[in-house]
């Protein structure tokens, strides 16, 4: 059984942001609920080590625009450096779907054996095939 590449990268990406996307819509809702400002739970760590949600969400998309945008061999969709609130997160997150949506699929399946960087924030370098990137 062959395992389409596209499938495992765009088809697993888009779901999951989607979904994320849709928890933000209850961080929200229930901001308003409690009275509290949406900016506080965009703020918050589950632990002092980890990101910020809103960070958290940035890495999201930022994971699976790279990701699918080196499998394609085109260059990732950049994101504003603005300091975000919800609807802001909630356009990132369909620019990235909108994105990765937009890759040609042909592409992506043909990248399997092809060699591809992934460069973090900090400037660490990995490298992968395709088939082992995202």
């Known amino acids: 059984m062959t395992i389409s590449l596209y499938e495992s990268s765009v088809g697993m990406f888009v779901p999951y942001l989607r979904n994320l996307s849709g928890l933000l819509d209850k ?12 900016a506080v739970l965009l703020n918050m760590r589950l632990s002092p080590t980890m990101c910020s949600l809103k960070q958290q969400i940035a890495e999201a998309d930022r994971h699976a625009v790279v990701g699918c945008a ?19 997160l909630k356009s990132q997150i369909s620019e990235a779907i909108e994105f990765v949506q937009d ?24 490298k992968f095939t395709g088939n082992r990137c995202c």
Not at 103 to 126: C, H, M, S, W, Y
């Open 27 to 38: 961080a929200s809702a229930h901001a308003e609920a409690q009275n509290i400002d949406p």
């Open 70 to 88: 080196l499998l394609a061999g085109r260059v990732p969709h950049g994101f504003s450096d603005a300091e975000p609130d919800v609807s802001e």
């Open 103 to 126: 890759l040609p699929r042909a592409e992506i399946e043909a990248a399997a054996d092809k060699e591809v960087a992934f460069t973090f924030k900090n400037g660490t370098q990995r």
